[in-house]
């Protein structure tokens, strides 16, 4: 391919000189390392996210990956703001599973503040989060097969993410940026049919999840294109410092919700599913046996739920005490953190972020380099990175 | 590995879907048939037929359309806010709990309030609902229940200066409120796609409060906050 060389890097590719120069006119046809800028606005970069790959051929060499397009400053944002008026930021962050995030931080502000919320406060709490648990899954299944080029799943998954939506308005009036919990409990009591309405959702969630899993898991195209493809070890997941899915995948079990039970999930049973090849396979169907997982533990909230306050006495307006708190809690993604210094005002002192995201795409170079630029399209969908969290 | 298995698998449930009825909304509105046509203008298919043929063929060759609202819940918190004037004291809680900070609020003396007797005339009450997110922190912060999120979103403008809610605009427009931490409202089943508020009565709380509330809300619960802080 002499012709490459001379294209210009104005259009995305550029040859690059050194480790073989080009072959003279009338010579066998020898290649060039090439670099490819994929994104930012690449639709199988599920965001405004730029990786710089030095290709020879169909051959990744080397990855560069470029964030930042997406920034927003969130942190800085907050150190302006009311702990109330922090939560909608919040919502904005990893904007596929808002009610998880919302709660990191009202529970990182409550135990800052000793503040325990009413029980049936942290039943519906946990009830949100894993029904964005599932929606935020939904929403993976369908878009990593668009990566690899099935259209089907993310019509039907789509459709099953519609319902639970619609369950997110009824319960807080919005379909996206909820802005519902609050420091000290929920903003607003659900509706007496909310307990009838979400067991029927769960049969619902459990026949999409079914169907998500019989259109994928088994079917060969998929599994040639998964199965050995973007392999991590558990010791280098643990090193890289990944979570969540993507390292349970690796036959890691670490689930905070099962390592620090934070809410009330310490009273409820559910299993850890865990992978053993780590390959994107496996970080596929961890998440369809944790939406599994996720459906039981509705059940076994809404059996636990019983009548009672939503909120805890605090103010509207909460001025936790000066000192330092991390709270960190189980995301889609993985483990959400979020550190607050606060000098004992009305607004944070300072607030750190530790996004899931962020620290998984820290792999992504160790992942593809080796494998074909379609696997690193492939790779990238299975880490299940929402650029809203990786740039803040 | 026994290719076609997993394909097969994958095929059943795009059969079963393909026999289930439709999931998807048209909106805003859907083509309809001869019968679906009758049954939208409130008539028996033979006297649409007979009584307004074209209606009848425009919905054979598929002309014929009916408009669809989509489901929403009561606690949907739509784009054009609902505010009673009568009830508004002018405190501004509204504006200074906005985290973007978009509410204007400018107020003179002489004003009257259904609560709270004297108090202070609305001069200027603008909302640029071009920069609101709809968090509703403003009606959380509202003591009153003079403000309330609206239940519609059908509000494409041309020019962004429309895109203001001015006193006037709120006055002028129908008051669908929704009930999104309204319990009050909730309580005695209100739909804001059925029905209008008008009367400010019927909005919230419109009695004084009783002196012992008062009492616990400016005074035990700034003790006890007090206390919290020292």
């Known amino acids: 391919m002499n012709g490459f060389g001379n294209v210009s890097g104005a259009r995305g590719l550029t040859a690059l000189s050194g480790s073989e120069s080009p072959p003279s006119p009338g010579s066998e046809p020898g290649t060039v390392d090439m670099m490819v800028n994929m994104g930012p606005q690449h639709p199988a970069t599920h965001g405004v996210f730029r990786m710089e790959l030095r290709v020879d051929g169909e051959r990744v060499l080397d990855l560069v990956p470029h964030i930042g397009y997406l920034h927003r400053g969130s942190e800085k944002l907050c150190e302006h703001e009311l702990y109330s008026q922090i939560i909608t930021l919040f919502d904005r962050l990893d904007y596929v599973s808002n009610f998880n995030n919302e709660l990191v931080l009202v529970t990182a502000v409550e135990k800052l503040m000793s503040v325990e919320p009413p029980p049936r406060a942290e039943l519906i709490r946990i009830i949100m989060c894993e029904f964005n648990r599932i929606a935020s899954h939904l929403l993976f299944y369908g878009t990593f097969a668009i990566d690899m080029g099935a259209m089907t799943p993310v019509l039907y998954n789509f459709r099953d993410r519609e319902k639970v939506q619609a369950l997110f308005e009824s319960v807080s009036g919005a379909r996206m940026m909820h802005n519902y919990f609050r420091v000290g409990g929920v903003k607003q009591d659900v509706d007496a049919d909310f307990a009838a309405r979400a067991l029927t959702l769960c049969d619902d969630l459990e026949r999409g999840v079914d169907d998500s899993d019989r259109l994928l898991s088994e079917n060969a195209i998929f599994i040639e294109r998964t199965s050995g493809i973007g392999v991590i070890s558990g010791e280098a997941a643990l090193d890289w410092g990944l979570s969540g899915p993507v390292l349970r995948a690796s036959g890691v079990p670490y689930d905070v919700r099962v390592e620090e039970p934070y809410s009330r999930y310490a009273e409820l049973d559910f299993g850890v599913p865990v992978g053993s090849a780590g390959d994107c396979w496996d970080r596929f169907y961890v998440r369809i046996l944790e939406a599994r997982e996720s459906i039981g533990i509705i059940r076994q909230a809404i059996a636990l739920m019983e009548p009672g306050e939503t909120m805890a006495r605090v103010r509207q307006i909460a001025r936790p005490p000066a000192g330092e708190v991390y709270a960190h809690c189980e995301n889609p993604r993985g483990d959400l953190g979020v550190y607050i210094v606060s000098d004992g005002g009305e607004r944070p002192y300072r607030l750190k972020v530790r996004p899931p995201s962020f620290c998984n795409l820290q792999a992504l170079r160790d992942l593809t380099v080796g494998h074909y630029i379609a696997d690193a399209v492939v790779i990238l969908g299975t880490l299940d990175i929402v650029l809203g969290e990786v740039d803040r | ?230």
């Open chain 2, 1 to 230: 590995m026994v290719y076609g298995i997993g394909l097969a698998k994958g095929m059943g449930v795009t059969l079963k879907t393909l026999l289930r009825p439709a999931f998807t909304v048209q909106y805003p509105d859907r083509r309809v048939g001869v019968m679906g046509a009758a049954k939208a203008a409130g008539i028996s298919t033979p006297g649409l037929i007979f009584k307004r043929p074209i209606k009848a063929f425009r919905a054979v060759i598929g002309l014929e359309r009916v408009a669809v609202r989509p489901t929403q819940s009561t606690r949907f918190r739509g784009n054009e806010f609902t505010w009673y004037e009568e009830r508004c004291t002018g405190c501004a809680s509204c504006a200074k709990y906005c985290p973007l900070g978009i509410i204007k609020i400018v107020t003179s003396p002489g004003g009257i309030n259904v609560q709270e007797g004297e108090s202070y005339a609305i001069d200027t009450f603008d909302i640029d609902i071009g920069r609101c997110m709809f968090c509703a922190l403003c009606v959380e912060a509202c003591p009153y229940d003079a403000l309330h999120m609206g239940s519609s979103f059908e509000r494409g403008n041309y020019v962004r200066m429309d895109l203001v809610l001015t006193k006037a605009d709120l006055n002028a427009q129908a008051k669908h409120p929704s009930t999104w931490f309204r319990p009050q409202m909730e309580a005695r089943d209100f739909s804001p796609f059925d029905d209008v508020i008008d009367d400010m009565k019927q909005a919230g709380r419109h009695e004084m409060p009783s002196v012992e509330r008062l009492t616990e809300r400016w005074v035990e619960d700034r003790k006890t906050d007090q206390a919290e802080d020292d």
